[in-house]
């Protein structure tokens, strides 16, 4: 009896949708004497006439007869069975269980020049060159851009410009000596301490962040008495990674194979996946949420023509496609018991990202222009990510629209450089099955601004800004307002989770599997191809030669094999 064929090649792709949905296939020929013609098919079970008549007529909805409509509404249904799922670990299981998607993959960074109207179209952010009113210093850091009445600067009190200036002289030795020991003087630049794994290509990115989690050391424990209480009590993630994927409609596809024909509109667009994976120096988790800057029927929120129309292809902007599991990951995993410390508070960046943007262009002897260009591209992708996976945290999926806007604080330095950020997610599903967005996000943006000119050794430095440290005295003592978290009805898709130990176990095993995206070592056996196959049976010059010669699968080598026998 020979051997048994191994089965080659990958299975086929079922697309997002699941099983029992209709799905495009491949065909299954079917046997002629199976053919039936001219003839009704009859069902095995009989249809089930209702037990009771209802005191009042109950119809069916409405839904929409056309062709797009018929398409759409199984999808439709399944969001709805997914709205009813109860935990956020069976939600995202639900997602990811049927088949692997065709994701488009970015770094929380973009690696073209002029990258940020391309990520405020990617995220729909409308972003406005000055911080809120709440944010103001003393002086007013920018003059305002004229985009709107609520980012005008305004003078403060004199006696919160007085507790202003005492955080201010508590905390400027501390900031500065901690630069000049992390940036300049430090044995970590050396190599010393760095490890071979960080000193071949993360090493800048390991020092900034060093530097990142003493600064933020130092300063909790200059402001947590006084200026924020709340500052000792938040939940700290060191480098977390922070991965979030969502749909965007109104993207040209990038190829013209059946998994897109089949997914276009009238203007022959497609809803594209997209995946951003980074990671962030330092994140800060609080209890409670930070009251918005402006509300939902803002007109900065609700006029969708602010935002610029997404650019024609992603691959324009270095995007790799890929079959994958999506992946939502705030920088932490979710726990059993009463959900605490997940709403967000303040994000530390770094700026490793300009010379991995330098490394990716072609022209690599001109160096990157827009600098905060970039920075604020970086900003916007890392918080709309951040926020979004903790908006899945809270049961919204990017199927099902928050009821409720997240805030979070963006702060990205590399100790001389500092560029500050607030971002307001108010929107996430931008599907076109939803009728395409219809709120923006705003992201505010202090410009980039420095420190201190120069360092010039034994600790001393020159031209020194002092509104930059009001600026992290004024983002650090933010505080939260539990008040307008209570009056909120927090994750009303989440209930009660009435599974056993073991049916957890196993939903977060398989979940955990498909967040690493590892290949199965048994199906990588039946993808593997001989060399022999490959050169005289698959390549395209032998294909007309030999057409109906098959080999059987040989046993495998001896390891040592016997020469003399």
């Keep these: 009896m020979p051997a ?35 003839r009704p098919r009859l069902t095995i079970y009989p249809k089930q006439e ?4 209802a005191p009042v007529a109950e119809y069916p909805p409405i839904n929409d007869a056309t062709p797009q409509g018929l398409k759409r509404q199984p999808r439709l249904d399944w969001y709805e069975s997914l709205k009813k799922l109860p935990t956020v670990d069976e939600k995202l ?13 970015f770094n929380n960074w973009l690696p073209i020049y002029n990258s940020l109207p391309v990520a405020q179209s990617m995220t729909r952010t409308h972003f406005i060159n000055n911080l809120p009113q709440s944010y103001q210093i003393k002086t007013g850091i920018l003059p305002s851009d004229g985009e709107s009445n609520l980012d005008s600067p305004e003078k403060v009190s004199e006696s919160d410009s007085h507790e202003s200036d005492t955080y201010v002289s508590r905390i400027r030795t501390l900031v500065l000596d901690q630069i000049a020991i992390e940036k300049y003087e430090s044995d970590k630049l050396k190599g010393s301490y760095i490890s071979k794994s960080i000193a071949d290509g993360n090493r800048q990115q390991y020092v900034q962040n060093s530097l990142v989690q003493s600064l933020l050391v130092s300063l909790s424990r200059a402001l947590s008495p006084d200026a924020n209480r709340q500052l000792s009590e938040y939940q700290v993630d060191l480098s977390p990674a922070i991965r979030s994927w969502w749909y965007h409609s109104g993207y040209q596809p990038p190829n013209n194979n059946v998994h897109y024909r089949s997914r276009k509109d009238d203007q022959g667009r497609v809803s594209q996946m997209i995946q951003v994976d980074g990671r962030s120096a330092l994140n800060l988790r ?25 650019v024609d292809k992603l691959g324009y902007c270095r995007a790799i496609h890929k079959f994958k599991w999506p992946v939502a990951l705030p920088g932490f995993w979710f726990e059993d018991g009463p959900r605490r410390f997940d709403c967000p508070h303040t994000c530390f960046l770094t700026t490793d990202c300009l010379d991995l943007i330098n490394s990716r ?15 604020n591209s970086q900003a916007v992708l890392t918080a709309f990510s951040w926020l979004n996976s903790l908006a899945m945290f809270h049961g919204y999926t990017p199927f099902h629209e928050i009821d409720y806007p997240f805030t979070c604080q963006v702060i990205t330095t590399d100790g001389q450089n500092w560029l500050f950020n607030v971002y307001q997610l108010n929107s996430h599903s931008f599907h076109r099955d939803f009728g ?25 430095f020159s031209g020194l800004n002092d509104q930059v440290l009001e600026l992290v005295v004024k983002f650090l003592s933010k505080q939260t307002n539990p008040t307008y978290t209570n009056s909120l009805k927090l994750r009303p898709l989440l209930g009660e989770d009435k599974r056993t130990e073991e049916e957890k176990n196993e939903t977060r095993a398989a ?3 498909c967040i690493e995206g590892r290949t199965n070592r048994w199906l990588a056996k039946e993808w593997f191809v001989p060399t022999f196959e490959h050169l005289y049976f698959r390549s395209r010059e032998s294909r007309g030669q030999i057409q109906l010669m098959k080999p059987y699968p040989h046993p495998p080598k001896p390891k040592h094999p016997i020469i003399f026998e």
């Design 4 to 38: 048994k064929a191994l089965t080659l090649g990958r299975p086929v792709y079922r697309g997002y949708m699941p099983v029992d949905l209709p799905q495009h296939r491949p065909r299954n020929r079917v046997k002629p004497w199976w053919r039936v013609e001219g």
């Design 50 to 53: 209702p037990e009771e008549w």
């Design 93 to 105: 299981y639900e997602i990811s269980r049927h088949a692997t998607h065709k994701i488009a993959h």
């Design 286 to 310: 609080s209890e409670h949420l930070i009251e918005p800057q402006i509300g939902l029927e803002d007109e900065l929120v609700t006029d969708t023509s602010l935002i610029q129309d997404p």
């Design 361 to 375: 262009n072609f022209n690599r002897a001109t160096p990157l222009r827009g600098i905060e260009d970039a920075l």
């Design 436 to 460: 395409g967005p219809v709120r923006n996000n705003v992201c505010w943006s202090s410009g980039l601004m420095k420190l201190y000119d120069s360092y010039e050794g034994n600790g001393k």
């Design 511 to 513: 979940l955990r599997r």
